[in-house]
């Protein structure tokens, strides 16, 4: 828990730079305005969708439809505002972070070589997927609002499991091997998602919360580059073919 701590306060002191705040105010705006807008057309049908199928045809047929109106309109904008968040993480993700990934390592990390392969083509495509699975998991976890709590923590898991997915990975992509990813991924599992989940709940303040993903790049960025420095033992590292080579003490 320490090394999340760390990784948000130091995300937060990178935010003293007003230079950033262009990259975390654009991707929100231009996502809120689309699903504002598509939510003006759209929202009707969605809401309606929603009333045709479970759980809110079985709260119809116990005689509950007020409940399942007011579900199935709840069920419609957090879909709206979800979408616009997985809208914005998109494009922090594949535009913002690699900006936000040049200026964090070479002003705090620049012992780290850039050992990894940098694929906007892979980045994306790791986007997409997570986005994908996410949309996927949302309406699968639609029958489980029914039991009481559910329908607040499962949206919260599944956008820490998003914020992960999506931010770790393009976090190393430039600078670890595969064989480093692998190893930062296995020993840092639960630290990892622990920060999507605080991420998530961040990410649930009305409105604000679409600043979000913009952060999250930027708090990943630090996690995942402090990890690899420690794996690297905090050595210098120059690049040979093939090789890495650590400097010795």
């Known amino acids: 828990?320490?090394?999340?701590?760390?990784?948000?306060?130091?995300?937060?002191?990178?935010?003293?730079?007003?230079?950033?705040?262009?990259?975390?105010?654009?991707?929100?705006?231009?996502?809120?305005?689309?699903?504002l807008g598509l939510a003006w057309f759209g929202l009707g049908e969605l809401v309606a969708w929603l009333l045709q199928n479970p759980p809110m045809t079985l709260l119809a047929s116990w005689g509950l439809v007020w409940l399942a109106t007011f579900l199935a309109y709840l069920g419609g904008w957090m879909l709206i505002f979800a979408l616009a968040y997985l809208t914005t993480a998109m494009i922090a993700a594949i535009f913002v972070l690699p900006w936000l990934l040049e200026k964090v390592a070479a002003r705090e990390y620049p012992e780290l070589a850039a050992l990894g392969k940098d694929s906007f083509v892979a980045a994306a495509w790791n986007s997409v997927v997570a986005t994908g699975l996410f949309i996927l998991g949302w309406f699968a976890s639609l029958p489980l609002w029914l039991i009481p709590g559910l329908g607040l923590i499962l949206p919260l898991l599944l956008l820490a499991w998003f914020n992960r997915k999506t931010f770790a990975f393009d976090c190393l992509a430039v600078h670890a091997t595969e064989a480093e990813w692998q190893e930062i991924r296995r020993a840092h599992a639960w630290p990892l998602f622990v920060l999507g989940l605080v991420l998530s709940l961040m990410a649930h303040v009305p409105l604000l919360g679409l600043l979000v993903p913009?952060?999250?790049?930027?708090?990943?960025?630090?996690?995942?580059?402090e990890a690899l420095r420690q794996l690297r033992g905090g050595a210098l590292v120059s690049i040979t073919p093939q090789q890495i080579q650590e400097s010795s003490t």
């Open 214 to 225: 913009a952060l999250s790049a930027l708090a990943y960025i630090h996690y995942c580059l």
């Open 1 to 35: 828990m320490a090394k999340v701590l760390s990784a948000l306060m130091r995300s937060f002191a990178s935010l003293a730079r007003p230079g950033l705040w262009r990259y975390l105010l654009a991707p929100a705006g231009f996502s809120l305005l689309l699903w």
